[in-house]
C-alpha cells in the first residue's frame, strides 16, 4: 500500500514514520512538513536516520496516496481532508477534527464552527474494539484522543453492561511530557516539567466529549501532567448501582476484551506491574486494562494504560490501516515493550 | 526546649533534624536509630554533615526530653508512646499510631488491636489550622499522613458549609517517591519507579479513615506514585449541591485560610503554576489550596499540593511544636521553596 | 536452535528472554533463577506476560542446550562453566568471568584466583567488531562490560592506526540506573538516584582492565551514574601525536566500521543528537561512536553510546549468537528505536 | 543596602531575587526585564509569589542603586555596564561579559571585539576563595561560570603547589537543565531532554578559557548535559608528576580551604555521598569538592560539584556582596541543603 504522512515532523508523525517504514506492507511515498521541507527524515527523528531516505515536502506538493495519515495540529485537517478524500484514498486523521459527531460540540470545545458537518456523520472512530466492523471500508478514520481512547476501553463494558449508577464518572488522567508536542513552549522545558503533579486542566478538558460520545455516560474529567515521556493513565472512578466483586470485573473485561489483539486485562495480587502501567507499554499498541472493586464507596476503580503515541495516536492509527487494509491487525505492531526503561 | 528524635535515621527523621538543628528554639539532645546507632548523623543524612556532631543512639538509650518526635514506623510507637508520656514530656508523633479516634478502625485498616485506646481519645490531630487551639496543651499529638493532610484540607471547608452532595469524594492522589521511605525495596528502584503513573492503591488505602474522621465525608481514594522525590498532590473531586462559581471558591477559602501562615490559596488564570505545584513547594511548609468548577458534571474540584515530607509530615511536626511551645509558628519554617527545581 | 539463559531473573536475563523470545532461530528451552524459581517469566519481567508460558526453573535442575548464555552474577560463571562446556553445547557468558585473558587480573581486580586459567585463553571476546572469524567457531564467548564495549569500540581504531601519544587515554563514562541491577540496595533508591551525577568510581574500575586489554592503550577510567535507565556513554579523551581532522576522523571511523551492522558513526553539523545520545538506543543494539578534534589541547573527544542491557550486555550476545549459529547478524536485533523517549 | 537585578526574570535572576529578598542587609528597589516588564515577580517566579510586591520594569527605567546585579545574557552587559559605573554603584556581573583578562580572547570564543577592554583589567572574578582581599574594594565583579568555578576549585591548589604534569588537564563537566535557561527550546525540552547524556560541546567550550586564566594549566574540557535541573559536576583528569596519595590531597585540600565557608572536602570510603554530589546541594551555596589518585594512570581525580544557580550564578554573587559589603559572609547563604530531592 502506497500511503503519506501529513505533518511527519511532530512526535506523532515520527512515530507512524517508524512504524510505517518497517510495515511489511506499507510504502512510504510522501512525508509532508512546512517547518522541515527539504531536510531528511532523520533530522527530525534521530531514531530514524539509516531507515529511510524520505525528505520532507511541503503541505502544497502532497500527491494523492491509497492511505493519507494526517498528522496536522487541530484545525488544520478540517479544511484539508475533504480535498484528500476526493482524490479516493483513505484518510486516516489523527487530529481533533473528525472526532465528534454532534457539529455543535465543536464551538464549545474547539471554538470554532464545523466547515464540513456532513463528513462528521461518515467518519469511522479509530477503535478497532468498538468499530471494527465498520472500519474495514471506512474512507475516514477518525482517531480518539489518547485519554479518550484510554477511558472508552475502561468505560465501555461497564456502561454497556448497565452497572453505572447515575451521576458523574470521574476520570482523573496522567500523562507524559510527548502529549504536548514540540512546540509547548515553557511548559514543556524539563526544568519545569521534571517531577511535577500539573493539574493542567482540572475541568472542561476537550477529551470531555470523545468519552462521552462513546461510552453514554456524563463525564467528569481532570487532565494532568506527569514525569514521564510517553505514558497515559486513565484513572476512572465509576459509581456502581450493584455490588460488583473482582469475578464480576474479570468477566466483565473478559467477555469484552478476551481476544482482543492489543487489549490486555492486568489485574494481579503482588508485583509492581499488578495493576496496568504506561512505563512498560513504550513503543507498544497495547492498552492494559485493570481495576478494583472499592465497596466503602460503591465505586469501581476502572484502570486504563498506554502509550500516547502508540495505542494512544500512531499505533492506533496503523491498526486501523490494518483493519481497513485486510492485513493481520498486528503487522508492524508485534513489539513487547521494554523493561527497565 | 529540649528535643529528642526517635527513628531519626529515615527519610522523616532526617527532614527532622534539618529543621530542629536550625530552629532557634530547639536543642536537639538526642537522636535515635536501632540501624545507624554509633553513626555520625550525617552518615544517613549528608546534607547535614556540617550541621552537627551527634550520633544515633539505639532506641534503648532513649532519656526523657521536653519534646520528643517519634518518627517510627507504623506500629512501633503504640506501645513506646505511653511510656515517653509517663515521663512528662510531650510527644509529636509522626506515625498512624494515633491518627485515628475510634479504636475500631485499627483493626480495619492497620490489622492491629490498639493496645492504648484511651490515648486515642487524648491525642490531637497535628492539624494547627483545624486544631489550634487544643495543641496549645497538647500532650499527645499526631501528625497526619502526608495524603490525609492535603485532603483534608482541601475538603473541610467544603464540608463544614454543607455545600457537598450525597455520595462519595473522590481523591485521586499522586505521591513522590519518598513517601516510600528508604526500605521500600524493590518498588523504590529508580529503574522501577522513574516514569511511572503506578496505582498502588486504586482503593482501601489507610488514609481514607483518616480523610473521612476529619471532614465526616464518605471518601472514594485511590493513591498513585509517579516520579518526583517529594510532594503530594491530592486532586478532591467533589460533587455539589448547588451552583458554585469561581468566585464562591475564592471567598470559602479566603474565609477558611486567609490568615493562615502555611496555607496558600493558587488559582491563577494563566502560567504554568497557576494551580497547586508540589514541585515547587520542595523544602517548604505550604499546602497550595487551588480549585476549579466543573458545572457540566456538578463537581468542584479541589487540589492541595504539599511537600510529603514538610508539611505532610516533620514541617507539620515543628509547626505544632511551635504552637505547643508559644513560639511563632513559622520558627524555622520560613524557606521559601526553589525555581527551577 | 534450542537455548538456555542461566541467571535470567535479572534485568540483562530479562532482556535476553526478550530478544531470544522473539528471535526467529532460537527456541528457550529452560530459564534458571533460584530466587524466582517456579515463578512464571512474567512476574520477573512484566513485558513478557504474554509471550511466554515459560517458568524459572532452579539452577541446579539445568540441562545441556545447544547454547547457554549465562547471566549470573560475577564469580558464579568460572565454577560453573567448565561444565555446561564439557556437555558439548556453546556458553555465551555475561558475566565478567571470561573476560581477562591474563589470569594475574582477576585477584588485582576481582579479588578472587580464577579457578580455569585454561579457559581464561580460549575464551573469544563477545565483540564481533573485532572477532568476527574467532566467534564462528567459538566455544566459549565472553560478552565485555557494558562501558567496556563502549570504550573499546572508540578507541581501537585511533589505537590501530597510531595516532595516540604517550600519557593514558581518560576514559570518562555515564551510564543508567539499570546497571546496576536489580539489588543495588540504597544506591539504586530513585529518592537517591534521581538527578545524581555519582562519581561511584572516580579511579580504579575493574572495566580498565578489558579496555586496556583489547586497545593496548593505558587508560584512566572514571566511571559516573546519571539518571536514566538504559544507556551508556564513554566520554574518550585521546592525546594524540599528530594533527587530526574531522575529515580524518571521518575516514578512520568509516575504514573501521563501515560495513558494521550496529556501529553508526553520528557526527553532524547541527541538531540535538549531532553525536551519540544513549538516549535514543533506548532497546536497540546499536553502538553509536561521535568525535571532536580538540587543537588547542593536542586531543581527539571519542564519544561512544549503547543501550547497557543491550549492546552493552544481551544485544551483544545475541549478535554473537547468530554470529556463531551462522545466521544474518541482524536476526532479532532490528529495532529502530523510539523518539521521543 | 539598596539593590536592583537587571535581566530578572530568567533563572540566575530569580535565584538571585530567593536570595535577596531574604536577605538581612538587601533592599531590591527594582527589577528589570524587558519581556515581563509590568508583571509581578511571582509570575515569573512562583515561588516568590508571597515573598514581595515588586512588578518588572523595563530595562530602560533603571535607576542607580548601591549595588546592580546584571544576570543578562552575554553581550548586553558590555555595552551597558559601563554607565552603571558611571553612577558610582558596584556592579557584580553574572553574564561573561568580564569575565576574561585579555581581550584578544573574546573574538576567539565569544566572536565579538570587546567594546571596553579598559573594564576587564579592572574587573574582579567573583571567587571570594581566590579574589577575597580585592574584592572588598571592587567596583566592577565578575561571577564566572558554573562550570569554571568547580573545575577552578578543584584544580587551583594541584596548578599552585607544581603537582601537575606536563600535557593538558582534562575537565569532563555534567551539568543540568537549568543551565540553559528559559529560552533552550527544544534542546530543552522534557521530552528531549529526559534521560539523555548529551555530549554538547566536546571541544572548545567557552569556559575553557576561564579555567585555563585562573589556574594557569591548558585545559582540555568537554561539557555535557545530564538529567537533573540544578547542579554541576566537573571531574578533572589531572596528570601529576609525582606520587599522591589520598593523605597528600586532604593536606593540600585542607590547607587551601579549610576556612573557607562554602567549600567542604566531601571524601569518604564508603556511603552513596561519600564523593561531592551536586543533587543535595540544590539550593545551596557549597561547592564540595573530592578527589581519588589513579597510580596505574599517574592522574588525580578532582571532583568538584555546585548548584550551577547557586556557588555557579546567583550564591555566588551574593556572597561577593556580602565581601563587598563588609557584611558576615554567609548572610543569607546559610541553607543547608535537602535530602532526598
Chains 1, 2, 3, 4 share one sequence.
Not at 508523525?13 to 531528511?40: D, F, I, Y
Not at 474547539?110 to 474495514?136: F, I, M, Q, S
Not at 472499592?294 to 492509527?317: E, I, T
Amino acid at each position: 500500500m502506497k500511503v503519506a504522512v501529513v505533518g511527519a515532523s511532530g512526535y506523532v508523525g515520527g512515530e507512524l514514520l517508524r512504524l510505517l517504514l518497517a510495515h511489511p506492507n506499507a510504502e512510504v511515498v510522501q512525508v509532508t512538513s512546512n517547518s522541515m521541507a527539504g531536510k531528511a527524515v532523520g533530522r527530525a527523528h534521530p531514531n530514524l536516520r539509516r531507515a529511510t531516505a524520505l525528505r520532507f515536502v511541503p503541505h502544497a506538493d502532497l500527491k494523492p496516496a491509497e492511505v493519507t495519515f494526517v498528522a496536522s495540529p487541530h484545525g488544520e485537517s478540517m479544511t484539508e481532508t475533504p480535498a484528500l478524500l476526493e482524490n479516493g484514498g483513505v484518510v486516516i486523521d489523527l487530529s481533533a477534527d473528525f472526532r465528534l459527531r454532534d457539529p455543535a460540540l465543536y464551538p464549545e470545545y474547539y471554538h470554532v464552527t464545523h466547515p464540513h458537518p456532513e463528513l462528521l456523520a461518515e467518519a469511522v472512530p479509530g477503535l478497532p474494539e468498538l468499530y471494527r466492523d465498520r472500519l474495514r471500508t471506512a474512507r475516514l478514520i477518525a482517531v480518539p484522543g489518547c485519554v479518550a481512547t484510554a477511558a472508552i476501553l475502561a468505560l465501555k463494558p461497564l456502561a454497556v453492561h448497565g452497572w453505572v449508577a447515575p451521576g458523574p464518572v470521574v476520570v482523573d488522567s496522567k500523562s507524559g511530557s510527548s502529549a504536548s508536542g514540540r512546540d509547548s513552549g515553557s511548559a514543556g522545558l524539563h526544568a519545569e516539567r521534571s517531577g511535577v503533579m500539573r493539574a493542567y486542566a482540572p475541568a472542561g478538558h476537550r477529551h470531555t466529549a470523545e468519552i462521552e460520545q462513546e461510552t453514554g455516560l456524563t463525564v467528569a474529567l481532570s487532565c494532568h501532567g506527569v514525569e514521564a515521556v510517553r505514558g497515559v493513565l486513565a484513572t476512572c472512578h465509576v459509581p456502581v448501582n450493584r455490588s460488583v466483586s473482582d469475578k464480576d470485573l474479570w468477566k466483565l473485561y473478559r467477555e469484552a476484551y478476551g481476544k482482543e489483539p492489543f487489549v490486555r486485562i492486568v489485574h494481579e495480587t503482588e508485583g509492581l506491574y499488578r495493576e496496568p502501567e504506561p512505563k512498560i507499554l513504550s513503543g507498544t499498541n497495547y492498552c492494559d486494562l485493570g481495576f478494583a472493586s472499592d465497596p466503602h464507596a460503591g465505586r469501581v476503580v476502572a484502570l486504563a494504560a498506554l502509550d500516547n503515541l502508540m495505542k494512544g495516536a500512531a499505533g492506533a492509527a496503523v491498526q486501523c490501516f490494518n483493519v481497513r487494509s485486510a492485513l493481520p491487525e498486528t503487522s508492524g505492531l508485534e513489539f513487547l515493550g521494554l523493561h527497565p526503561i
